[in-house]
């Protein structure tokens, strides 16, 4: 990325107390005018792909054009994801704070003239009240985002996250800081303990009762112990852990080196999916700075503790995500979880007694340091305090990444702030928790978002996507789905995982394909449980929960695919027809032209038909008609 | 997509010796090459003292590693979940039937290389295909049509 | 000594045995196909799984790798294991049909055929992994190795290819509890060179 805003030179700026870091951090401010006019361009994945950095040029080019006054010329900083990816390429311009959405090439010219030079908004840009149509000037406003609580988001976005003088600026390291020179390491532990702080990644393990019990096998076995951040980001649907690292990377060096500070340890490892460059890209610029400060590495802060970390790139398998495949693979062998009846805790990394925490849970360590427990606990409910970044994806129209404090309604998430289903009807069901996870029917709406009612109603909160489902999406076909994605990812040791989802597949298989039986729901029901029981790790003995669930709650359609040959949703191909309404059909032939079978026939102008016979059921006729005549039942 | 950046001794002295590098290697060597052969595996093993057996292991055990030359032009699909509901498949399907091969498998003209993944973390682009690690978002069998097109003549 | 139950006998064991080796030692039967004592236990095929209880809280383990402790109360043949070893043999009398090993031991659960399609009507291997283990462990060797994963798991030298590596010693197929890897041995063996015209000496 880039920044043009720097006035602060980091050479032999080597801090030694928080003293220092104060010093720095007033002279950051000092020399920043918070009246300058700034463009924030979002480069989070979503923006960057719709555009953002060709909207940069563009505004670059049309400064220069223009050629603003050297008075006025504004910074433009790139940040990490705003969050609200289905409105990208988002850019906002401070300090007036005007928030313009779906920004191209071709707007630059406008905002330089409009906003820059006369200050004001350029309406059409803005984002509109989906309700009463009224523009929303600033971000603040948008009901997408004044119904979120963003704690641990709160500086990405705001800041150049490859600029360790933003995050300063912010009051970055000042837990650490705080921590050094105030507090003893089993002091650390005990705020952590007492904000109750539950695991991000998963099964919702008290993240202070790790570190207890990480204290407790370094009594018996000594040091080393090892921390380490659990980068591998694995459930489909899920980028909270990839923004948290690509837009905020210190939040989550500073939480490690909390840890660190807090077990004694001397080396970490930050485990990181290869499928995120950027994300690898940001951690290792910001521990460069982070290194060049004095903040990790050798003597951090003058203080006698020393701690530095390095980057693992994963290399493509979700079962890493397990921690003690997680750990196998750190030591460069292929990921297979250990068959060990023992807590990694005690023998982790190297055999070492390792704390292994996810990339969220890390994030939220500096914010209990800095803010207290007590004004932790204050967010969310009293079992699952704080809040959860959720990444709402799917059937729902404001598709993006939201913060909202635990045990918040599932329906608020879904309704209120991802502005329901595109087309206004309720929603089918949300699947939470990834491949582990399940799916919610509506019906269930009102459930509190928290570790414990999502575990109650069969789901868990997993890693946090929330998949919105409409009545277009099959039941079987998300299990499939799922139990698909596994038996790819498997690692294959042990037999009822490596056979029983192939398996449990090839029966949903039959049920597409309309060939299921009422003895098949036993097996599936019966299999699943043998599954659950006897599989090595928790992929395996969480991977029947798809199914389950939908059983639960689905069952009506299941039973249509197997009584009345029909799937309601009008996905299983074995089961469905695509059909030209002559009504609709213009004879534009579009779909005629890209119909891989060549079957849709008709006279020019005139309505076409689909030879059933021949049709695939790809589905390419619907998608490429532009007066929604295709239809499928 | 190959970058031969780096000679494969220079590679393998960017790390210790040992085994817990056995995968950086492996991701570097990719990386210069495209691939990693059986000659380079054969350095990586007498550089990290790891059997040749575990490390054709580990290279087949990470869907990340290949081990025979790749296309000039790289396609991953991603199959995510909000993928998956928005067609995802589609695309995949109509790759096949274009380039005539399985995922995963090259083009005869070593033009294209075809795989699906596990979520890129895009979502809100969805159905999302990268080519060559550019995202492309909303992907139509009619938008890939002209991509792949545009490809295959340079 | 530690002292707990196993299906309502009082046991004792030695630290650091396993549920499986103590269970053994007293002669209660628990099916093993990928257990042998000259290797590292894996956990891999779960036949071996028992039940712990205590109260209303019970929980299936892989006794071949739970360490003994003091009062666990073990059961080694109730519903929720039956269930899940006549599931494992089901699948494994689909995916290595040809196994009369398996065939006699899916009998003793009663289970004569499988719901599932047999695919491969030769296969005879189960991917217990005791071959690789043995050829690590014991020989010292590391000729073959496990290769790719999941369904696409395999047992296999470098590339799939003969191998030099392999001094045809033969402990992989002793060990095999099928005779899997009797017919692959061919696969994994590279006869050298200079080997050819005098096969018997060395």
Same mark, same amino acid.
């Given at each position: 990325?880039?920044?043009?805003?720097?006035?602060?030179?980091?050479?032999?700026?080597?801090?030694?107390?928080?003293a220092q870091?104060?010093?720095?951090?007033?002279?950051?401010?000092?020399?920043?005018?918070?009246?300058?006019?700034?463009?924030?361009?979002?480069?989070?994945?979503?923006?960057?792909a719709?555009?953002?950095?060709?909207?940069?040029?563009?505004?670059?080019?049309?400064?220069?054009?223009?050629?603003?006054d050297?008075?006025v010329?504004?910074?433009?900083?790139?940040?990490?994801?705003?969050?609200?990816?289905?409105?990208?390429?988002?850019?906002?311009?401070?300090?007036?704070?005007?928030?313009?959405?779906?920004?191209?090439?071709?707007?630059?010219?406008?905002?330089v003239?409009?906003?820059?030079?006369?200050?004001?908004?350029?309406?059409?840009?803005?984002?509109?009240?989906?309700?009463?149509?009224d523009?929303?000037?600033?971000?603040?406003?948008?009901?997408?985002?004044?119904?979120?609580?963003?704690?641990?988001?709160?500086?990405?976005?705001?800041?150049?996250?490859?600029?360790?003088?933003?995050?300063?600026?912010?009051?970055?390291?000042?837990?650490?800081?705080?921590?050094?020179s105030?507090?003893?390491?089993?002091?650390v532990?005990?705020?952590?303990?007492?904000?109750?702080?539950?695991?991000?990644?998963?099964?919702?393990?008290?993240?202070?009762?790790?570190?207890?019990?990480?204290?407790?096998?370094?009594?018996?076995?000594?040091r080393?112990?090892?921390?380490?951040?659990?980068?591998?980001?694995?459930?489909?649907?899920a980028?909270?852990?990839?923004?948290?690292?690509?837009?905020?990377?210190?939040?989550?060096?500073?939480?490690?080196?909390?840890?660190?500070?807090?077990?004694?340890?001397?080396?970490?490892?930050?485990?990181?999916?290869?499928?995120?460059?950027?994300?690898?890209?940001?951690?290792?610029?910001?521990?460069?700075?982070?290194?060049?400060?004095?903040?990790?590495?050798?003597?951090?802060?003058?203080?006698?503790?020393?701690?530095?970390?390095?980057?693992?790139?994963?290399?493509g398998?979700?079962?890493?995500?397990?921690?003690?495949?997680?750990?196998t693979?750190?030591?460069?062998?292929?990921?297979?979880?250990?068959?060990?009846?023992?807590?990694?805790?005690?023998?982790?990394?190297?055999?070492?007694?390792t704390?292994?925490?996810?990339?969220?849970?890390?994030?939220?360590?500096?914010?209990?340091?800095?803010?207290?427990?007590?004004?932790?606990?204050?967010?969310?409910?009293?079992?699952?305090?704080?809040?959860?970044?959720?990444?709402?994806?799917?059937?729902?129209n404001?598709?993006?990444?939201?913060?909202?404090?635990?045990?918040?309604?599932?329906?608020?998430?879904?309704?209120?702030?991802?502005?329901?289903?595109?087309?206004?009807?309720?929603?089918?069901?949300?699947?939470?928790g990834?491949?582990?996870?399940?799916?919610?029917?509506?019906?269930?709406?009102?459930?509190?978002?928290?570790?414990?009612?999502?575990?109650?109603?069969?789901?868990?909160?997993?890693?946090?996507g929330?998949?919105?489902?409409?009545?277009?999406?099959?039941?079987?076909?998300?299990?499939?789905?799922?139990?698909?994605f596994?038996?790819?990812?498997?690692?294959?040791?042990?037999?009822?995982?490596?056979?029983?989802?192939?398996?449990?597949?090839?029966?949903?298989?039959?049920?597409?394909?309309?060939?299921?039986?009422?003895?098949?729901?036993?097996?599936?029901?019966?299999?699943?449980?043998a599954?659950?029981d006897?599989?090595?790790?928790?992929?395996?003995?969480?991977a029947?929960n798809?199914?389950?669930?939908?059983?639960?709650?689905?069952k009506?359609?299941?039973?249509?695919?197997?009584?009345?040959?029909?799937?309601?949703a009008?996905?299983?191909?074995?089961?469905?027809?695509?059909?030209i309404?002559?009504?609709?059909?213009?004879?534009?032939?579009?779909?005629?032209?890209?119909?891989?079978?060549?079957?849709?026939?008709?006279?020019?102008?005139?309505p076409h038909?689909?030879?059933?016979?021949?049709?695939?059921?790809?589905?390419?006729?619907?998608e490429?008609?532009?007066?929604?005549?295709?239809?499928?039942? | 997509?190959?970058?031969?950046?780096?000679?494969?001794?220079?590679?393998?002295?960017?790390?210790?010796?040992?085994?817990?590098?056995?995968?950086?290697?492996?991701?570097?060597?990719?990386?210069?090459y495209?691939?990693?052969?059986?000659?380079?595996?054969?350095l990586?093993?007498?550089?990290?003292?790891?059997?040749?057996?575990q490390?054709?292991?580990?290279?087949?055990?990470?869907?990340s590693?290949?081990l025979?030359?790749?296309?000039?032009?790289?396609?991953?699909?991603?199959?995510?979940?909000?993928?998956?509901?928005k067609?995802?498949?589609?695309?995949?399907?109509?790759?096949?039937?274009?380039?005539?091969?399985?995922?995963?498998?090259?083009?005869?003209?070593?033009?294209?290389?075809?795989?699906?993944?596990?979520?890129?973390?895009?979502c809100?682009?969805?159905?999302?295909?990268?080519?060559?690690?550019?995202?492309?978002?909303s992907?139509t069998v009619k938008?890939?049509?002209?991509?792949?097109k545009?490809?295959?003549?340079? | 000594?530690?002292t707990?139950?196993?299906?309502?006998?009082?046991?004792? $064991?030695?630290? +650091?045995?396993?549920?499986?080796?103590? @269970?053994?030692?007293?002669?209660? !039967?628990?099916?093993? =196909? #990928?257990?042998?004592?000259a290797?590292?236990?894996?956990?891999?095929?779960?036949?071996?799984?028992?039940?712990?209880?205590d109260?209303?809280?019970?929980?299936?383990?892989?006794?071949?790798?739970?360490?003994?402790?003091?009062?666990?109360?073990?059961?080694?043949?109730?519903?929720?294991?039956r269930n899940?070893?006549?599931?494992?043999l089901?699948?494994?009398?689909?995916?290595?049909?040809?196994?009369?090993?398996?065939?006699?031991?899916? $009998?003793?659960? +009663?289970?004569?055929q499988?719901?599932? @399609?047999?695919e491969n009507?030769? !296969?005879e291997?189960? =991917? #217990?992994?005791?071959?690789?283990?043995?050829?690590?462990?014991?020989?010292?060797?590391?000729?073959?190795?496990t290769?790719?994963?999941?369904?696409?798991?395999?047992?296999?030298?470098?590339?799939?290819?003969?191998?030099?590596?392999?001094?045809?010693?033969?402990?992989?197929?002793?060990i095999?509890?099928?005779?899997?890897?009797?017919?692959?041995?061919?696969?994994?063996?590279r006869?050298?060179?200079?080997?050819?015209?005098?096969?018997?000496?060395?």
């Amino acid at each position: 990325m880039f920044n043009e805003s720097t006035a602060v030179n980091l050479e032999n700026r080597r801090l030694t107390s928080h003293a220092q870091l104060n010093e720095l951090r007033d002279h950051i401010l000092a020399s920043r005018d918070p009246d300058r006019l700034e463009v924030v361009v979002c480069h989070g994945t979503g923006c960057f792909a719709n555009g953002s950095p060709k909207v940069v040029e563009a505004l670059k080019s049309a400064l220069d054009e223009k050629g603003v006054d050297a008075k006025v010329m504004p910074g433009i900083k790139a940040t990490g994801c705003h969050g609200f990816c289905s409105r990208g390429p988002l850019v906002i311009v401070k300090p007036h704070g005007y928030f313009y959405q779906k920004v191209a090439p071709k707007d630059a010219e406008e905002i330089v003239e409009q906003t820059l030079i006369e200050g004001k908004p350029v309406e059409r840009l803005l984002y509109k009240d989906p309700k009463t149509g009224d523009p929303i000037l600033t971000e603040e406003e948008i009901p997408f985002y004044n119904l979120q609580e963003r704690v641990v988001l709160h500086n990405i976005g705001k800041i150049d996250p490859t600029d360790i003088t933003d995050t300063i600026a912010a009051g970055g390291y000042q837990a650490l800081a705080k921590a050094i020179s105030t507090m003893t390491p089993e002091q650390v532990v005990a705020e952590i303990e007492k904000s109750k702080l539950r695991g991000r990644g998963g099964a919702g393990f008290p993240t202070g009762r790790k570190w207890r019990s990480a204290l407790a096998a370094i009594e018996k076995k000594g040091r080393p112990v090892y921390v380490v951040v659990n980068g591998d980001e694995g459930d489909p649907g899920a980028f909270m852990d990839r923004t948290i690292m690509e837009g905020d990377p210190h939040a989550v060096l500073e939480g490690l080196i909390l840890g660190a500070y807090a077990l004694g340890a001397e080396h970490g490892y930050l485990y990181v999916r290869s499928e995120y460059p950027l994300a690898i890209r940001h951690l290792e610029i910001a521990m460069a700075q982070a290194r060049e400060l004095g903040l990790l590495g050798e003597n951090i802060l003058d203080s006698g503790f020393s701690f530095d970390a390095r980057i693992n790139r994963g290399a493509g398998a979700f079962v890493c995500g397990e921690s003690t495949a997680l750990f196998t693979s750190i030591e460069g062998k292929p990921g297979n979880p250990r068959p060990k009846y023992v807590r990694s805790v005690e023998e982790g990394l190297w055999g070492r007694p390792t704390v292994l925490n996810n990339v969220e849970t890390w994030a939220n360590v500096p914010l209990i340091i800095d803010k207290g427990a007590d004004w932790y606990t204050g967010v969310g409910v009293s079992h699952s305090t704080g809040t959860k970044v959720f990444s709402l994806v799917g059937k729902v129209n404001n598709v993006g990444l939201v913060e909202v404090p635990m045990g918040i309604p599932l329906d608020k998430i879904i309704e209120e702030i991802g502005g329901g289903v595109p087309g206004g009807q309720p929603f089918k069901a949300v699947q939470t928790g990834g491949p582990s996870g399940g799916c919610i029917p509506y019906s269930l709406k009102d459930t509190p978002v928290d570790f414990d009612s999502l575990t109650e109603v069969g789901s868990m909160m997993g890693s946090g996507g929330m998949i919105v489902m409409d009545d277009r999406d099959c039941v079987v076909d998300v299990g499939r789905y799922f139990l698909r994605f596994l038996e790819e990812e498997s690692c294959g040791k042990c037999i009822p995982c490596r056979l029983g989802l192939i398996r449990m597949r090839g029966i949903l298989d039959d049920f597409s394909a309309g060939k299921g039986t009422q003895q098949d729901i036993e097996d599936l029901m019966s299999l699943s449980q043998a599954i659950q029981d006897g599989a090595l790790c928790a992929l395996g003995t969480s991977a029947p929960n798809p199914v389950l669930t939908t059983l639960r709650y689905f069952k009506d359609e299941y039973i249509a695919h197997i009584e009345a040959h029909k799937c309601p949703a009008g996905v299983c191909k074995d089961l469905i027809t695509y059909t030209i309404d002559p009504d609709k059909c213009t004879g534009c032939r579009s779909c005629a032209r890209q119909c891989p079978q060549g079957c849709i026939r008709g006279e020019k102008k005139k309505p076409h038909v689909i030879d059933t016979e021949q049709c695939i059921r790809c589905g390419i006729c619907m998608e490429t008609c532009k007066f929604d005549a295709v239809y499928v039942e | 997509m190959t970058t031969q950046e780096a000679s494969i001794d220079e590679i393998l002295e960017r790390y210790p010796g040992s085994p817990e590098y056995l995968i950086f290697l492996l991701q570097d060597v990719q990386k210069s090459y495209g691939y990693i052969s059986p000659d380079s595996m054969q350095l990586i093993c007498d550089r990290t003292g790891v059997p040749e057996s575990q490390v054709y292991s580990v290279a087949t055990f990470y869907q990340s590693f290949r081990l025979e030359p790749q296309g000039e032009h790289d396609i991953k699909v991603c199959l995510g979940t909000a993928c998956h509901l928005k067609g995802g498949q589609r695309i995949m399907d109509e790759l096949k039937r274009r380039l005539q091969v399985e995922p995963g498998e090259t083009t005869p003209d070593m033009k294209f290389t075809y795989t699906s993944v596990n979520c890129v973390g895009a979502c809100a682009l969805a159905p999302v295909v990268v080519i060559d690690d550019e995202y492309y978002p909303s992907t139509t069998v009619k938008k890939l049509e002209k991509q792949i097109k545009a490809l295959s003549q340079d | 000594m530690i002292t707990f139950q196993i299906d309502n006998h009082t046991v004792q $064991a030695k630290a +650091g045995w396993t549920v499986l080796e103590t @269970a053994r030692h007293y002669g209660f !039967e628990i099916p093993t =196909l #990928c257990h042998h004592e000259a290797v590292t236990p894996s956990g891999a095929c779960r036949l071996c799984m028992v039940e712990l209880r205590d109260g209303d809280w019970s929980k299936l383990v892989a006794s071949c790798i739970y360490p003994v402790a003091e009062g666990i109360n073990v059961h080694t043949d109730t519903e929720r294991i039956r269930n899940v070893r006549r599931w494992i043999l089901e699948m494994l009398l689909s995916e290595c049909p040809a196994s009369k090993q398996i065939q006699d031991l899916a $009998a003793r659960y +009663g289970l004569k055929q499988t719901r599932f @399609a047999i695919e491969n009507p030769d !296969e005879e291997c189960m =991917l #217990c992994g005791l071959c690789t283990r043995v050829c690590e462990e014991v020989v010292g060797l590391a000729a073959i190795s496990t290769v790719d994963r999941g369904v696409h798991k395999k047992v296999g030298a470098p590339f799939l290819r003969p191998t030099e590596v392999c001094v045809a010693c033969g402990c992989c197929v002793t060990i095999c509890p099928t005779n899997a890897m009797q017919s692959r041995i061919d696969a994994v063996r590279r006869v050298p060179a200079t080997a050819v015209t005098a096969p018997t000496s060395k």
